[in-house]
């Protein structure tokens, strides 16, 4: 059973860079069929979409925040990575990471996500 | 705002129908790109209940389905249950090069 878990530090600094990491298990990270993402989720509101990445290196940003997003993949570590960059305080959100099946364009499997405050 | 469009809340007796609208607009649902819709309960990830529109994956009862009709999707939950009590959210895909979800309705069964 494919599993997601986010990790990395659940309080961030402002202006200081976000990074979180996502470990892939019980399947490949290198499937052809699948992009693996980054959704946030502010306390009390609905999930904003930040990007997603294909195993082979290409990207895709939500336009508002692709200034200050990078996401990267790690296939022999079965890892991909968000990066962030410039908090503020509107960056606090439970962050998931989560498949993307590339024929449905739905995210089918999700982490159990990750609280990151940002906070002095 | 959401770019979708959600109501706040809904309710229903147990064994009841319900249903949730999501409204877009020609840039997204009506463009016409697939709605999907995601079940979160209390303090858990979102679970993916509807894709492609009406397409159920393996696992989600039959009690629950999708349709779409021009700039908007319903998702229908019938024979309501007492676990079905969540925040349900649908998404689609923007012309702007975006995944968006909607705001999300919160189920409450009476």
């Known amino acids: 059973q494919l599993q997601l878990q986010e990790s990395g530090p659940g309080l961030v600094k402002p202006s200081e860079t976000l990074s979180l990491t996502c470990t892939v298990s019980g399947g490949s990270i290198s499937s052809r069929g699948y992009y693996w993402g980054w959704i946030r989720q502010p306390p009390g509101k609905g999930p904003e979409w930040i990007g997603y990445i294909f195993y082979s290196g290409g990207t895709y940003y939500h336009p508002s925040l692709k200034s200050r997003v990078t996401i990267s993949v790690d296939t022999s570590k079965s890892q991909f990575s968000l990066s962030l960059t410039s908090v503020t305080a509107a960056d606090t959100a439970v962050y998931y990471c989560?498949?993307?099946?590339?024929?449905?364009?739905?995210?089918?499997?999700w982490g159990q996500g990750t609280m990151v405050t940002v906070s002095s | 705002q959401s770019v979708l469009t959600q109501p706040p809340s809904v309710s229903g007796a147990p064994g009841q129908r319900v249903t949730i609208s999501c409204t877009g607009s020609?840039?997204?649902?009506?463009?016409?790109?697939?709605v999907h819709w995601y079940q979160q309960l209390p303090g858990t990830a979102p679970k993916l209940l509807i894709y492609g529109n009406s397409n159920r994956p393996s696992g989600v009862p039959d009690r629950f389905s999708g349709s779409k009709s021009g700039t908007s999707a319903s998702l229908a939950i019938t024979g309501l249950q007492a676990d079905d009590e969540a925040d349900y959210y649908c998404q689609s895909y923007d012309s702007s090069l975006s995944v968006v979800f909607g705001g999300g309705t919160k189920l409450t069964v009476l």
């Open positions: 989560a498949r993307r099946d590339s024929g449905s364009d739905a995210f089918d499997m």
């Open positions: 020609s840039s997204n649902i009506g463009a016409p790109y697939d």
